[in-house]
T-cell receptor
Framework: AQSVSQHNHHVILSEAASLELGCNYS??????LFWYVQYPGQHLQLLLK??????LVKGIKGFEAEFIKSKFSFNLRKPSVQWSDTAEYFC??????????FGRGTSLIVHP | NAGVTQTPKFRVLKTGQSMTLLCAQD?????MYWYRQDPGMGLRLIHY???????AKGEVPDGYNVSRLKKQNFLLGLESAAPSQTSVYFC??????????????FGEGSRLTVL
């Protein structure tokens, strides 16, 4: 069975600070990896995804993530956060069944 | 471009009442899902469907039933609501196989309160 662990449950940053959110997964085979974002009061939307190829994936709004197969990790990064990045971030993995499993989420608050 | 539409968006029930949440998608997706979102718990899969006429249990199926009579619709039913089912429910859909597999498209959520 696949599982996802997000290390940071709550992160508080000031604007212009750098961000890195940890995500580790467990699954023995080929995986598809995702980061979703949920802005306050809204539904989840895709931030970025990795299916194959270049392990460094760039998404919307300046976010990027790096797939490190040897570490079973898919950490999310942004060099300089903005107040508008305040949201909840979810890592997800889908393996052979294509049914995604989500992590518990990380709540990010960015102070102006 | 509607995508995934959920109705109703808000509902208050009394313990023991029944209700049905409707999810409709216009992207011709094979897979559909129902998740519940609770603080600190992330998204937990209730039931899912890999095609018309098929359903399967997810991580937290107890107290819920589902039906997928038409490819574009996925219904979530609560036969006898309990306060523990107070939550925000999200429907999602995805394509099956090929590029985009596993990428979910979400509805806007349905907030259910059971008193």
């Amino acid at each position: 069975a696949q599982s996802v662990s997000q290390h940071n449950h709550h992160v508080i940053l000031s604007e212009a600070a750098s961000l890195e959110l940890g995500c580790n997964y467990s699954y023995g085979g080929t995986v598809n990896l995702f980061w979703y974002v949920q802005y306050p009061g809204q539904h989840l939307q895709l931030l970025l995804k990795y299916f194959s190829g270049d392990p460094l994936v760039k998404g919307i709004k300046g976010f990027e993530a790096e797939f490190i197969k040897s570490k079973f990790s898919f950490n999310l990064r942004k060099p300089s956060v903005q107040w508008s990045d305040t949201a909840e971030y979810f890592c997800a993995v889908s393996g052979g069944s294509y049914i995604p499993t989500f992590g518990r989420g990380t709540s990010l608050i960015v102070h102006p | 471009n509607a995508g995934v539409t959920q109705t109703p968006k808000f509902r208050v029930l009394k313990t023991g009442q029944s209700m049905t949440l409707l999810c409709a998608q216009d992207m011709n997706h094979e897979y559909m899902y129902w998740y519940r979102q609770d603080p600190g718990m992330g998204l937990r899969l209730i039931h899912y469907s890999v095609g018309e006429g098929t359903t399967a249990k997810g991580e937290v199926p107890d107290g819920y039933n589902v039906s997928r009579l038409k490819k574009q619709n996925f219904l979530l039913g609560l036969e006898s609501a309990a306060p523990s089912q107070t939550s925000v429910y999200f429907c999602a859909s995805s394509s099956a196989g090929g590029p985009g597999t596993g990428e979910l498209f979400f509805g806007e959520g349905s907030r259910l309160t059971v008193l």
